[in-house]
């Protein structure tokens, strides 16, 4: 089953390129700490707002170019004619990657002479690219993570509302309904601000989950409710029962099965909602804190000076990017996985 | 001889909204082993929902309203709890639905949940695929190909010969047909109706029909119950009820059949004044 959906889902140049999209930025965010030459707070003050270096390859080695900085309050850097290796594996404190396989060495680093900044710095000089994939991780993941409970509670929900129906169908959707009144972002901003702002950043990061999971099953139990109902009367569940199936099998063989490519499709297409509202969190300051970061907390800071900003966009929207990147590849997917899910369309 | 089924006084209203409705009014009946008995009526008679009462699949109560006893192998079905229901269900009375194209989960195969059917209540049968695709061919489909398809591949009549199929995987003893050829057109009608005879002889069943086509019962079932506003108004045997009817609600019922060659006439109705 699982096989040929994703066979079919691979059929597609959506599912291709989605897959292709994600398994990347997942796996390179998944591996930043080998991946990152530095660490995400480490400064170099006396290069701010560097911008990403020019490679060069010879005598069988990778080479980056090194920059002269105008006077210090300038951010003008001008490229001069020597080059410097890049260092392959680099010793460095013992950490895990995946959590699990301890490694006491970065993939690539800079030379002592020069630091190595692939994609720039930020206002503080900390390396962009490391950053990026640290932010990434937070990012990518809390879309996940959301998600997951998101569905839980709106699976449940409705199936509650759904299947009992009656008073309790009642006070599940006039809940829903009083959630989906209030416009998302401001129910958010609410929330966010009654919690309070004196937190550790990976208790910041559970909060916004939470926040986010709590503001976005409505949609979902609206759905889930309205199908099971449905299902409820359907000819096949009254044959099921005509079997002699119990009220558990039938919820468990009918109806899951029956809300699954829905339920798959809305959580694909929930992701990059949330993606987004934590780049909005960030990017107001009231999200991600330093010293971890994130996408939206790193383009808040992209935009800082204004007129380095406008003269440097095209690396500094980096993060703004990746943010789209993945949100269209979310997308992508969700199309491809609803396509590939329904049977009626593969005869 | 002694009733497989027996129904006693049965009673059953229905709470929409607060207002009750009356739909089966004290009826009666027995149905014997191994024989076909037709249910007629018109929509709305209440035939329905006294075949979906012998295997309570009505809705549960203050919503629906069930009184009288039915009896099968000595049990009230009507007192049973939901696990003893669960095991005549399906083992002991299998039902056949009107639609037979929404009778299947549309999300599994048509081998898949007839292999379900089975091993929910046939714990000895090993090779569960291999008896699956055997009850296919024994309703007379290609069961390699119609094993791994879904629903919605398979026409209307092969859809009910399939639901046919998943209905006799537990071996029932009694099979309801509810309005079994409605859906289908005529010539898929005949075929189904003959598959049914067929079955009933080779597999020792008891069939309750339920119908409004005077055709089949004349042809299939031996004895017929005759409903009307939840009341049985005549029963008896198929040929004597279909060739004279005695009582004047059968008798309008029977005239209402519009025959090909009638022109220039309104079509019959049922006069409710006249009795």
């Not at chain 1, 630091?115 to 879309?143: A, E, M």
């Not at chain 1, 008073?167 to 966010?192: G, H, K, N």
């Not at chain 2, 055997?134 to 009910?160: F, I, N, R, T, W």
Request: charged share 15%; hydrophobic share 45%.
């Amino acid at each position: 089953m699982l096989k040929t959906l994703f066979r079919r889902l691979l059929a597609t140049w959506q599912g291709k390129l989605s897959v292709l999209i994600l398994t990347t930025l997942y796996g390179v965010t998944s591996l930043a700490p080998l991946l990152a030459p530095y660490d995400i707070s480490q400064q170099h003050l006396q290069f701010s707002f560097h911008p990403p270096m020019t490679l060069k390859w010879f005598q069988n080695a990778l080479y980056y170019r090194t920059y002269v900085r105008a006077k210090l309050p300038s951010v003008q850097y001008t490229p001069t004619q020597t080059y410097v290796p890049i260092q392959w594996w680099v010793p460095c404190k013992t950490y895990h990657v995946l959590g699990c396989i301890p490694c006491s060495h970065k993939l690539f680093g800079g030379d002592e002479r020069y630091p190595f900044f692939l994609l720039g710095t930020d206002n503080l000089g900390r390396d962009f690219f490391s950053r990026l994939l640290f932010g990434g991780r937070i990012s990518l993941s809390i879309g996940l993570v959301g998600v997951l409970i998101t569905l839980w509670i709106g699976c449940f929900a409705g199936c509650i509302a759904g299947f009992l129906g009656g008073w309790c169908d009642f006070l599940t959707m006039r809940c829903v309904e009083f959630l989906m009144a209030i416009p998302s972002l401001y129910l958010l901003l609410a929330l966010r601000a009654s919690i309070g702002m004196h937190f550790s950043s990976s208790m910041a990061y559970f909060m916004i989950v939470t926040i986010l999971a709590c503001i976005g099953w409505t949609k979902i139990a609206r759905v889930v409710r309205g199908m099971v109902a449905g299902l409820k009367t359907a000819a096949f569940v009254q044959a099921a029962q005509a079997m002699g199936q119990s009220t558990l099998q039938i919820f468990l063989k009918h109806f899951i099965p029956n809300l699954a490519s829905y339920l798959l499709t809305a959580a694909t297409l929930c992701i990059p909602s949330y993606i987004l509202y934590e780049a909005a969190l960030s990017f107001l300051g009231i999200g991600i804190q330093e010293p971890s970061t994130s996408w939206g907390l790193m383009l808040k800071y992209s935009q800082e000076d204004l007129k380095v900003f406008t003269l440097n966009l095209w690396w500094l929207l980096l993060p703004g990017i990746g943010i789209s990147l993945t949100i269209i590849a979310f997308n992508l997917l969700g199309d491809a996985l609803r396509d590939s899910m329904d049977p009626k369309l593969h005869t | 001889m002694e009733p497989l089924i027996a129904v006693k006084d049965l009673d059953i209203a229905f709470l929409q909204q607060g207002v009750r409705t009356h739909v089966v009014k004290d009826i009666s009946f027995d149905i014997f082993p191994q024989e076909v008995l037709a249910i007629v009526g018109e929509s709305g008679s209440g035939k329905s929902v006294t075949a979906l009462s012998i295997m309570r699949l009505l809705p549960p109560p203050p919503y629906c309203t069930i009184m009288g006893t039915i009896t099968y192998e000595q049990l009230n079905v009507l007192k049973l709890t939901e696990k003893q229901l669960r095991k005549i269900r399906g083992a002991g009375v299998a039902y056949v639905f009107q639609e037979p194209s929404t009778s299947f989960n549309p999300v599994f195969t048509i081998g898949y949940q007839i292999a379900e059917a089975i091993r929910l209540h046939l714990a000895d049968v090993e090779d569960v695929k291999a008896y699956a695709i055997q009850l296919l061919c024994k309703v007379g489909l290609d069961g390699q190909h119609c094993y791994g398809a879904y629903p919605h591949e398979l026409s209307g009549g092969m859809q009910q010969r399939a639901m046919i199929a998943m209905a006799l995987a537990c071996r029932p003893r009694v099979l309801i047909a509810d309005e079994p050829t409605t859906a289908l057109d005529a010539t898929i009608q005949k075929q189904i109706i003959e598959l049914l005879k067929h079955l009933q002889r080779t597999e020792k069943l008891t069939i309750v029909l339920i119908t409004h086509n005077f055709g089949i019962v004349r042809h299939f079932a031996q004895r017929v119950i005759v409903m009307s506003r939840g009341k049985i108004v005549e029963q008896g045997l198929s040929e004597q009820i279909v060739m004279h009817p005695q009582h004047p609600y059968t008798q309008a019922l029977i005239a209402c059949i519009p025959t090909l060659g009638q022109r220039k006439e309104r079509l019959k109705t049922i006069d409710y004044s006249a009795f």
